[in-house]
């Protein structure tokens, strides 16, 4: 594990998240533009989903892709109803904002998901990339069972469609299914012709886009720094082992290879930042969305990134079959 977290601390993706992280605290005026940003999350989110559509095509839906999808919305969704009985029992936090903040902890981090599977490259560890479709699975089940906690109802069969269009056409979730799909469908012959496009540069991507996840998350902690009491940080660090420790007991169950299990049990400990915060802002206006990001985005994302994720590796190639 020690090596593994090594080699993870000093991998070209994780050093310019550090550096993103460095920028803020010695207050450079280091800033890549929103536009840029968003075009590189939508690069990430394109290729992944691509290439996973792309090995659904090539082995087609089988068992342990079906399994795997059943694994994952079942961790999406009762995921949520722990980290609320957590924050509620541990942090004293309001019913509402601690709901909110369960649904981010239910949900995944699609960046978190391409530094896994960044990392199980560099070792040379199998994993599957129809796992994508995983994560896609993962990100609404939190959201309804975010609200369910909160005991919040739809008031018009207007506003509960609204709600569902927001959830089902969120952008990162709508980018990831349609590329997805485009890769089942043109399969091998597709991902030869964009390979300069979806394979080559997205390792350098990667490094782009952590850089700005390493201001963004410096910039939160600096400004929500406020609201973490010791409890409230410390449930940010220990919420993604309890997700973790459940996604390796069904991994082990479903008999899962390490590589799979690897990366189930790292979504299953990421917590979203993009699409539930968006969700929640139209479904809880009353939560503190300052709190959920910055335990989300400032503290568990890197705890994640320069601990969790070789951890997580570790505890795989020790249980997988």
């Known amino acids: 594990m020690l090596s593994l977290g090594l080699q993870n601390l000093l991998s070209p993706m994780v050093l310019f998240f550090v550096l993103g992280l460095m920028a803020v605290w010695v207050k450079s005026d280091l800033s890549i533009p929103e536009a840029v940003a968003k075009f590189l999350a939508l690069y990430l989110l394109l290729s992944i989903g691509f290439r996973g559509g792309v090995e659904v095509g090539h082995h087609g839906l089988t068992a342990p892709l079906l399994s795997a999808i059943a694994a994952g919305i079942a961790l999406s969704f009762v995921t949520p109803f722990i980290a609320y009985a957590l924050l509620r029992t541990a942090t004293g936090l309001g019913s509402t904002d601690a709901a909110a903040i369960a649904g981010h902890y239910g ?49 018009s069969e207007t506003g509960g469609r609204q709600f569902l269009r927001e959830v089902a056409f969120n952008g990162s979730i709508f980018i990831l299914l349609g590329a997805f799909a485009i890769g089942a469908i043109t399969g091998q012959r597709g991902l030869a012709m964009l ?40 449930f940010a660090v220990i919420m993604p082992l309890i997700g973790a420790a459940i996604a390796a007991a069904l991994a082990t169950l479903l008999g899962l290879s390490a590589g799979r299990t690897a990366v189930l049990i790292t979504l299953a400990a990421s917590a979203s930042y993009i699409a539930v915060p968006a969700a929640m802002r139209l479904a809880l206006p009353a939560a503190n969305p300052a ?9 568990t994302f890197p705890f994640n990134l320069l601990l969790g994720i070789p951890l997580y590796i570790a505890i795989a190639t020790r249980i997988a079959r």
């Open 107 to 155: 949900s995944i981090s699609a960046v978190t998901f391409a530094a896994v599977t960044g990392t199980l490259t560099q070792l040379s560890i199998p994993y599957e990339g129809y796992l994508v479709a995983v994560a896609a699975a993962m990100e609404t089940p939190a959201i309804f069972a975010a609200l369910l906690i909160a005991g919040r109802e739809r008031k």
């Open 195 to 234: 390979k300069p496009f979806i394979l080559d540069p997205f390792a350098g991507v990667l490094c782009l886009f952590l850089l700005d996840m390493g201001l963004v998350a410096g910039r939160g902690l600096k400004q929500g720094w406020r609201y973490l009491s010791f409890a409230v940080a410390s």
């Open 291 to 299: 709190l959920a990001l910055t335990l989300s985005l400032g503290v």
